[in-house]
């Protein structure tokens, strides 16, 4: 298992490494395919996957699609609008089509569009800034880095639990050493590139528990749902959503964060 995982996240990392450097098309066309694996991985895991749901999870699917190319002709005013016609629509479904969907799905497919759909395309829109293509590393350190920190400082040191119903193995020291070692991977990586130093340190440590509270929501989900993983794409790591989990809270605030601290 260890090595299905190791092979998997070098292989992700490589994906990850080529479409952020590449930007423009191909990182475009690349979270909207991941947007679109994810939410219909939040179907499955929400149980709407059998025929009668086709209409429903289709009307969702073109709202991520027509989101996203709003997003890439940067037509910002018009993405407010294009997911509240999607709301809208998703609705008139559910009223016309009474009683084939209740109102947990319907709930359920808006959820889905946002916290993977626009959540995620927070990743495109970091690239899109001035700097961006340092900055947008900032999710993944925040994210990735994060986790791993806090896997060593918790395996070292954990003594006391952080969430002990919704996740055992996590503890308050592991939760601080993922923030802090975020911060000082932040703190290396502007120093690197000759960058803010304190500034990077403190997006990182803000990032990091953001990435936390993403884990965790991304696992109550499944609890919830009495499932393990949201899916198989990932051998070691499950589907698209378990990976990404940190990284889908991450975006918007690393957006929100370098617009405030470090575009001029």
């Given at each position: 298992m260890f090595k299905t995982r190791l092979i998997s996240g070098i292989i992700l990392m490589v994906i990850a490494l080529y479409t952020i450097i590449s930007?423009?098309?191909?990182?475009?066309?690349?979270?909207?395919?991941?947007?679109?694996?994810?939410?219909?991985?939040?179907f499955r895991a929400m149980k709407i996957v059998d025929n009668n749901s086709v209409l429903l999870r289709l009307t969702s699917y073109l709202t991520i699609v027509a989101y996203y190319l709003i997003m890439y002709f940067e037509l910002s005013e018009y993405q407010?609008?294009?997911?509240?016609?999607?709301?809208?629509?998703?609705?008139?479904?559910?009223?016309?089509?009474?009683?084939?969907?209740?109102?947990?799905?319907?709930?359920?497919?808006?959820?889905?569009?946002?916290?993977?759909?626009?959540?995620?395309?927070?990743?495109?829109?970091?690239?899109?800034?001035?700097?961006?293509?340092?900055?947008?590393?900032?999710?993944?350190?925040?994210?990735?880095?994060?986790?791993?920190?806090?896997?060593?400082a918790g395996v070292t040191l954990g003594k006391h639990k952080m969430a002990p119903v919704l996740s055992p193995k996590k503890s308050i020291e592991g939760a601080i050493g993922g923030v802090l070692g975020a911060a000082l991977l932040g703190g290396i990586y502007?120093?690197?590139?000759?960058?803010?130093?304190?500034?990077?340190?403190?997006?990182?440590?803000?990032?990091?528990?953001?990435?936390?509270?993403?884990?965790?929501?991304?696992?109550?989900?499944?609890?919830?749902?009495?499932?393990?993983?949201?899916?198989?794409?990932?051998?070691?790591?499950?589907?698209?959503?378990?990976?990404?989990?940190?990284v889908i809270f991450v975006a918007p605030i690393i957006f929100i964060l370098s617009r405030l601290l470090l575009v001029q």
């Open positions: 930007g423009g098309t191909i990182l475009f066309a690349t979270l909207l395919a991941i947007s679109l694996i994810g939410i219909d991985e939040i407010l609008p294009v997911l509240m016609i999607g709301l809208v629509i998703n609705m008139f479904v559910y009223v016309f089509s009474y009683p084939k969907y209740n109102a947990g799905q319907i709930m359920a497919a808006f959820f889905g569009i946002v916290y993977v759909g626009v959540m995620l395309s927070f990743i495109y829109q970091t690239r899109l800034l001035a700097g961006g293509n340092f900055h947008v590393w900032l999710i993944f350190l925040c994210s990735w880095g994060c986790d791993t920190c806090a896997y060593c502007a120093a690197v590139i000759d960058e803010k130093i304190m500034e990077y340190v403190i997006i990182c440590a803000i990032g990091a528990l953001i990435a936390m509270v993403g884990d965790l929501a991304a696992s109550a989900i499944k609890r919830n749902q009495d499932i393990k993983d949201y899916g198989s794409l990932i051998p070691g790591h499950g589907g698209i959503l378990d990976r990404f989990d940190s």
